[in-house]
């Protein structure tokens, strides 16, 4: 088994752990364009029926959006593939790479991540604040989801809510924790008062 085979297998495994302990939790696992064209389809039907528990549209695959236009044809294909097995995917790094809407139009990407270098700017740099509108408008009028990465302080997730995105990751979430770790910080997180809808 290669390493990300074995990267993808070992997120199933953790979820049915965290599923028989009575948390349903999805995982992400970043995949490059490389790996989709090797047998991923076969090797991931494996990998979902080696773990039956799962329902696979609890694990999502981030792909690069500049690794995904490569061979967009081809990695669009594959995408639909993993779609019609239940598998979700993300749009890594969004808008640090020559993104185009014809790209956006023709991978089937379920969720778009604005990449943090605009995001941690963002309260500051007018320009930023501007491409991550334009990314939360981009991800509404294709209807996708949009999740904001490098979210490190509660003003910066203030601001995300007010703009209309939801979901986020980074420090002022949590910081990165061993696996064990999951069930009682999900148990006892509280998003900040100012982060209501």
């Known amino acids: 088994m290669d390493l990300g085979d074995w990267v993808i297998d070992t997120a ?10 009575g948390l349903a939790i999805p995982v992400s696992v970043n995949v490059g364009a490389l790996q989709l064209q090797h047998n991923f389809i076969p090797t991931l039907s494996a990998l ?14 981030e792909i690069l959006e500049t690794s995904a236009l490569e061979d967009i044809t081809e990695v669009s294909a594959i995408m639909h593939a993993c779609r019609e097995l239940g598998v979700c995917f993300a749009l890594d790094d969004f808008g640090t790479g020559y993104s185009s809407l014809t790209y956006l139009r023709r991978l089937p990407a379920d969720l778009l991540k604005i990449d943090q270098s605009f995001v941690r700017d963002m309260l500051d740099d007018p320009d930023d604040r501007a491409i991550v509108v334009g990314v939360i408008g981009l991800a509404a009028a294709f209807q996708r989801q949009v999740i904001a990465e490098g979210v490190e302080t509660i003003a910066h997730g203030t601001q995300l809510v007010s703009m209309g995105c939801v979901l986020a990751q980074g420090y002022g979430i949590a910081r990165p924790m061993p696996a064990s770790d999951i069930p009682a910080w999900a148990a006892n997180w509280k998003p900040d008062a100012s982060w209501k809808i």
């Open 12 to 21: 199933l495994s953790q979820m049915a752990k965290w599923q028989s302990a």
């Open 48 to 61: 979902l029926a080696k773990h039956p528990e799962v329902q696979p549209d609890w694990l999502e695959l």
